[in-house]
Structure formats: C-alpha cells, structure tokens
C-alpha cells in the first residue's frame, strides 16, 4: 500500500502529511520557521531555514512510514518573493513576505499613474504591495540582486521545487502564478506588458505548469530520497479549496489561519473584477483553468498570536475561548488587527491596528472577545461583498485552518452571517488539496468523485433566529475600520 506527501509549507511553519489511499493521515511532522521584522511593516523568511524545515518534515516521515511514496504534492505560502542563483542553488537574499508592506508608495505610484484598469483586467488582482511583482521590482531597483542569467525568481513552492529537483526544474502552477501581478488570467501565460512595467526579465520566472501533472522527481539530495515524482502544487488558498471538495460554482470555504481567506468557487470562464474583491485562479487539472473569487483578511490568528506573543496575556492560542468566555460580550471594546494593512474589501496598506473603547473595566476577556469577533465581522465584510459579486447569497461556508477548532468563534461567526458555518472532519484541508492533485495525477486516485466523498461533516454552527444584535456590533466594528484607515503617511 502507498502514500501519498504533501508538504505545506506556510507562512509560520511546515507540515507535512503522508496520507493513504483513503485520504487518512498516517503520519505528520511540523517545523516553525523565524519571522524576520527588519524594519516596521517589513516581513522576510530566511528561503534556506524554510527549505531546511521541509528536510526536516521530510525526515521525520522518511523515519515513521515504511509505505512506498507514490507522489509529492507542494502547497505554500503564496505571493511571497524568492530570489535565487542558479549557479551555486542559493538564495540571493531574504525571501520578502506577501505582509510586507515595503513597496506601499510605489503602489500608491502606480495607482496615481492609472494602472489600476489593466492590472485588473489582466491579472485578476488589485495594486497593493501585498503581491509579488513589486516586491520583485525593488529587490531589483535596490541592486539586492542583478539582472542577468544567473538569476532566478520565484514563490515558495518554485523554490522548494528546485531545491527538491536539485536545480534541475525551475518550476510553479498556475495558481501561484496568478498571485504575481505578472500572470495573465484569461491568456494564461506571463503578461509581457506587466513583466514590462514591473522591469522583470521573463527569462528570470519559472515556467507555468498546470496544478496537477509531473513537475519533476526528487533528487538524491533530498531527504526522502530520490525518483520521487512531484505531481501537484497549489497555493495554499487554493489547495484548501479543492481540499474541501469545493468543486461546484458557487461553494465556498474560509481557512482561518495567520489570516484568513474566503473563497467561492467560480467556475471555468473567468468572472468580472468584483467589487473588494480578486479574482484567481483555483486550478488547472491539466484541462483548463477553474476560476476562484477570493476575499483576502490579512491577519486573524495572527492577532492571536499576538495576544500570546507581543501582549503575553495568553500563554496558548488555545486559551483565548475560555478567556473570552469569562465576560459576556466585549464590553463595547473593538479592535481591528491591521498589523500588515488592510485587505478585502478596504484594501489600504496604510491601516494600522486599533483598539478602541476601551474604559476603566476593559479587562482580558474583553480583549480576547474584541479578537475573536474582529476574526468574524472581517470575515461577514468579506462575505457580503461576495454575496454582492455573485449575485446571489452564498448557502454554507466550508471552514479549516488553526482557529476554527474554536466553537465560539464558528457560533459568533454563523450569526454574523446568516449563514451555515460546517466544519469538517479533517481540518487539515490546505495539505489534503495538494495531495490529491498530486494523488490525481499519478492515477493515485481516479476521479475528482473519490475527493467529494471523503468530505465529512464534524460540526455544523447555524444562525440564531433575531441577529439583530449582532447587526447593531456589526456597524460599531464598521466605525472602528473607519479609524483605522490611512493611519502612517
Ligand atoms: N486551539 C486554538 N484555538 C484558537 N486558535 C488557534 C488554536 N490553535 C491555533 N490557533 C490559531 O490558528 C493560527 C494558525 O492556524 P494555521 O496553522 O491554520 O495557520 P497557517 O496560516 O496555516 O499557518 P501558516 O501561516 O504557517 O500557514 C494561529 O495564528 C493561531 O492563532
Ligand atoms: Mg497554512
């Protein structure tokens, strides 16, 4: 019996899974990698600790399962920019991070310039420092690294691709592609226009492959050994979509994780830009792109994280349920978490976090509430402006990632919404995707059938009857995102 690999490599860590034939996990290993803050609103990862991480994974599976592997899938933190040698394999610099907000005025440039109709119609994507191509560009203006044949760019599974081939494949999917600001979604190839405007040589980017299909083997430096095919890569966003078996137009699911991400399934010709909104693609399964409409929430667990980390009044994320159950509402205390800007539906990097009504009684619980409720209303902001561009309500929202372990937040969640909240049986969705495109195209699994079984419901959250209440927080949250905008000049 054979397994199949799949290696999530995020933003604050990676995992990776080794799942049999039934989509059950047999094994996982997990490695967190540092956060970089060289100056405020700048955000980089070291690409050799990331890819020592997935060696690491790699090795602790190679050690629990003695199953044949009959596959590798990828699936990472997108828009992020590596840049590497092709000569000697290694990286030119620190990757920058899709939080980092570095390149805020050139984008506010670009804007002023009139470029926000084209990026739009082409790439699917708004101008916001957020994806990859402006970050490239000042890597290249700041002389961080040259122009010339040696060198390599590429987002995280382009560089953990490499690294596992051995330099022999210079790779990506088109779902990552399409998070550059260089990709052109109806066309699918590399926009020379954009590459243009941007200064990229498009010698310098990987090829663009579909989602599922061969992109190589593995080398005999890699940790789990060599000949191993890799046979799918996603975006992690996209990944979770096909993870949670949301094949049909219209279905819907949002990963709360460092951030969160909703996105709607929207079928095989490419929608209007929509309002908030981006549009990008979900995956090619080696026929043709399907389509995605996505709402992009910078940071929700991450706001978590720093009530542990950066404020210590929890010692585990895990404690932030029965701490915000220790008052009975938020005690008219709001915070909105725009540590890295704001994303849909405001888009403005300029946003900086705020807390406000805050009184003499404010306490811990209301804190702990103020962050599990702002994880929510962001959400519904998300949600309403999607519910907008489709036309039609969404019916059920599909949910994973690390904090949807919390009931409270699901709960509080459905209510803003009106909406059904499942959670399903294996939250892990974001590595479940890209094992089955790997899976799929090594005749691991059939069919696309075999992944909508093995969805399973573990919890359903439905709305109370009278949201009024809720409604009435809803606005206050909305004033509180007022005061939060356009904060640092
Ligand atoms: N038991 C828990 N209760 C509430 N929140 C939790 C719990 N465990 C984790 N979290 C939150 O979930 C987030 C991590 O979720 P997840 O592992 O899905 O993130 P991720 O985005 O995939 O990570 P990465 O950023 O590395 O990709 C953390 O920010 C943390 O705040
Ligand atoms: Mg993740």
Redesign the pocket.
């Known amino acids: 019996m054979a397994v199949v690999v799949s290696i999530d490599a995020?933003?604050?860590?990676v995992r990776s899974f080794a799942l049999n034939e039934k989509g059950e996990q047999l094994a996982i290993s997990y490695r967190e990698f540092t956060q970089q803050y060289p100056h405020p609103g700048w955000v980089e990862h070291d690409p050799n600790e990331i890819w020592n991480s997935v060696q690491f994974t790699l090795s602790e599976l190679n050690n629990t399962i003695e199953e044949p592997i009959a596959a590798i899938g990828i699936t990472n933190?997108r828009e992020t920019a590596v840049a590497w040698s092709r000569i000697s394999g290694e990286p030119l610099c620190n990757a920058i991070v899709w939080q980092d907000l570095r390149t805020s005025a050139r984008c506010e440039q670009l804007l002023e310039l009139g470029y926000l109709d084209q990026v739009r119609r082409t790439t699917g994507l708004l101008v916001n420092p957020y994806f990859t191509a402006t970050k490239i560009e000042w890597l290249l203006d700041n002389k961080v690294v040259e122009k010339n044949s040696d060198l390599a760019f590429g987002t995280i599974d382009s560089w953990l691709l490499w690294k596992l081939t051995d330099g022999s494949t210079h790779a990506t999917d088109v779902t990552n592609a399409s998070r550059t600001l260089l990709y052109d979604i109806r066309e699918n190839r590399w926009s020379s226009e954009l590459c243009e405007l941007f200064g990229v040589p498009e010698s310098s980017l990987p090829e663009v492959l579909p989602s599922s299909g061969r992109f190589g083997s593995t080398a005999d430096t890699s940790a789990i050994g060599a000949g191993i095919p890799i046979s799918g890569i996603a975006g992690?966003q996209q990944s979770a979509l096909f993870g949670q078996a949301c094949l049909e137009p219209g279905m819907t699911k949002n990963?709360?994780?460092?951030?969160s991400f909703v996105l709607m399934n929207a079928g095989t010709h490419c929608p209007e830009p929509a309002e908030g909104l981006v549009t990008t693609v979900a995956w090619d399964l080696g026929d043709g792109p399907t389509y995605a409409l996505e709402g992009s929430v910078f940071v929700t667990?991450?706001a978590?994280?720093w009530l542990r980390d950066g404020l210590g009044i929890i010692s585990h994320?895990?404690e932030?349920?029965d701490l915000a159950l220790s008052v009975p509402d938020n005690g008219g205390v709001f915070f909105v978490p725009a540590f890295a800007g704001l994303g849909s539906p405001w888009w403005d990097p300029r946003a900086r976090g705020t807390i406000i009504g805050l009184t003499g009684g404010t306490g811990r619980g209301h804190l702990a509430r103020a962050v599990i409720e702002a994880i929510a209303f962001q959400t519904r902001d998300v949600v309403e402006a999607m519910s907008q561009a489709a036309g039609t309500p969404i019916k059920e929202m599909r949910v994973d990632?690390?904090?949807s372990?919390?009931d409270l937040l699901l709960q509080i969640q459905a209510d803003q919404l009106g909406v059904r909240v499942a959670r399903p049986v294996v939250t892990e969705t974001?590595a479940q995707g890209a094992a089955m495109l790997a899976g799929l195209a090594e005749g691991f699994w059939s069919q696309t059938e075999e992944i909508k079984s093995a969805w399973r419901l573990e919890k359903a959250f439905d709305p109370q009857d009278d949201r009024s209440a809720w409604d009435e927080q809803h606005l206050n949250w909305l004033r509180a995102v007022q005061r939060s905008k356009k904060w640092v000049d």
């Open positions: 995020g933003t604050t860590g933190q992690d990963t709360y994780g460092t951030g667990g991450a978590i994280q994320a895990s932030i349920g990632g690390g904090a372990v919390m974001t």
